[in-house]
């Protein structure tokens, strides 16, 4: 009981921050001394594990390279070292607070997206002020995100009343709805395809075979169709409001897809690699030659580029290319790898459904959108390292399970065979 209450007073501590070296969270406060315990306290990483401080020390020590290459101001790259240093200290500290137990990471989790939703209603982390209820962007970043997360608890609440369990199902695709209500596309495609793993994993408990999984993944496409025709139709007939209405029709004309239109900053991030592969361009690497290019890019498509850019960073809003930007290919194998393990976690979850697969979906579809289209953020320091902590837990564990099941299979077939001629001879004598 102690450990779960430091465990959720750690999470909700995320809402504060301080300054001391650049911004620092309560929740990093409150587990860095932890991580130096665990540091000595817990026996060398195996597997997976390892594979992740391998992957991080290599991404730091080419932070390091970088940074000294580029000449980098102390600023800058003091703040991108402590977000690799924070993101390996703070899931030492989860090695020693959650060991092998999901319950406790999923619990973790899901006070973490309660704790964004007060950051969002408070105005913290957010420069313009503005709060959840006030913005769509902000809804998408903080409350809703708290509540999607919340309503994919539902069908693990009602699995052990079966006459509850279509409420359960129901009660996602509800959060999608209000979500699209929102304007907050992303988490409406997120939250509604994640409803569609639950609805298949609630109150089984037997793994799906090839089969049912190949007729999940159509009904997640047919579905993930689906929610981007409702939002075109929703936001082209002004029903969503004329602010969704307007970026709607901005963002689909010219010869650009939404999904572009929704994240210029491939324009440069991607040019900006392609000249720094290696090493890259420095923590908060600065230059305007690329800022200029995005510029050209959206005005070749047909968007208005008058105002004048305020900063020139090169624009990334990617956990994947702006550790490669930055950093060169070190950091863009860190997130590959942990793409692979996402992947990996869902398709486990999918395989071995459980009570709360609904929630490990909705989170691991949201890592993935957030490794390509969303920056690495202060928050992210904490939740990056619970999330790849939970991938990594649930890929053990489905690649646990299906080894075990791989093994008493020929056990069982050996009995079956032992006592098939047995009986053919019980027959004869008979």
Request: one cysteine or more; proline letters at 9%.
């Given at each position: 009981m102690t450990m779960r209450v430091f465990i959720i007073i750690s999470a909700l501590a995320i809402v504060f921050e301080v300054d001391l070296v650049g911004k620092i969270t309560g929740a990093e406060?409150?587990?860095?001394?932890?991580?130096?315990i665990a540091a000595f306290k817990l026996p060398r990483p195996t597997g997976?594990?390892?594979?992740?401080?391998?992957?991080?020390?290599?991404?730091?020590?080419?932070?390091?390279?970088?940074?000294?290459?580029?000449?980098?101001?102390?600023s800058d790259y003091l703040r991108g070292w402590a977000k690799i240093i924070f993101m390996i200290s703070n899931f030492?500290?989860?090695r020693l607070l959650i060991g092998k137990s999901k319950s406790r990471l999923l619990l973790f989790i899901l006070v973490l997206f309660i704790s964004g939703a007060i950051r969002a209603v408070t105005g913290h982390g957010d420069d313009s002020g503005e709060t959840a209820l006030e913005d769509a962007t902000t809804w998408k970043m903080g409350l809703g995100q708290s509540v999607s997360a919340i309503a994919m608890m539902a069908p693990a609440v009602t699995a052990a009343w079966?006459?509850?369990?279509?409420?359960?199902i129901i009660v996602p695709f509800a959060a999608a709805g209000a979500a699209l209500a929102m304007n907050a596309r992303n988490l409406t495609g997120i939250t509604a395809l994640a409803g569609v793993f639950s609805a298949f994993s609630a109150g089984r408990r037997r793994p799906l075979g090839i089969g049912e999984i190949l007729a999940v993944c159509a009904t997640v496409a047919v579905a993930g169709f689906l929610v981007l025709q409702v939002y075109a139709y929703a936001a082209s007939e002004g029903l969503l409001g004329w602010a969704a209405k307007d970026k709607y029709l901005a963002q689909s004309r010219g010869n650009q897809t939404i999904l572009l239109a929704g994240r210029p900053e491939t324009y440069a991030s991607v040019p900006a690699i392609i000249d720094a592969p290696l090493l890259g361009h420095g923590s908060w690497a600065r230059d305007m030659k690329y800022v200029e290019l995005e510029q050209a890019a959206l005005a070749a498509a047909g968007e208005d580029t008058e105002k004048i850019?305020?900063?020139?960073?090169?624009?990334?809003?990617?956990?994947?290319?702006?550790?490669?930007?930055?950093?060169g290919v070190m950091g863009g194998l860190f997130w590959m790898w942990v793409v692979y393990i996402t992947g990996k976690a869902l398709l486990g979850a999918l395989r071995n459904p459980?009570?709360?697969?609904?929630f490990v979906a909705f989170v691991a579809i949201s890592f993935l959108w957030d490794i390509f289209f969303s920056p690495f953020g202060l928050d992210r320091r904490t939740t990056v390292p619970a999330w790849i902590y939970?991938?990594?837990l649930?890929?053990?564990?489905?690649?646990?399970?299906i080894a075990s099941t791989r093994r008493r299979r020929p056990k069982a077939l050996a009995a079956r065979q032992s006592r098939g001629p047995a009986t053919a001879v019980n027959v004869r004598e008979r």
């Open positions: 406060l409150m587990l860095f001394p932890v991580a130096i997976s594990f390892a594979t992740f401080y391998k992957l991080s020390f290599l991404w730091l020590c080419a932070a390091f390279a970088s940074d000294l290459l580029n000449h980098s101001a102390p030492t500290a989860l079966p006459a509850l369990r279509p409420v359960g850019p305020e900063f020139d960073l090169i624009p990334t809003h990617s956990h994947l290319f702006g550790a490669w930007v930055e950093h459980e009570p709360s697969s609904g939970l991938m990594l649930v890929g053990e564990n489905s690649g646990a399970k």
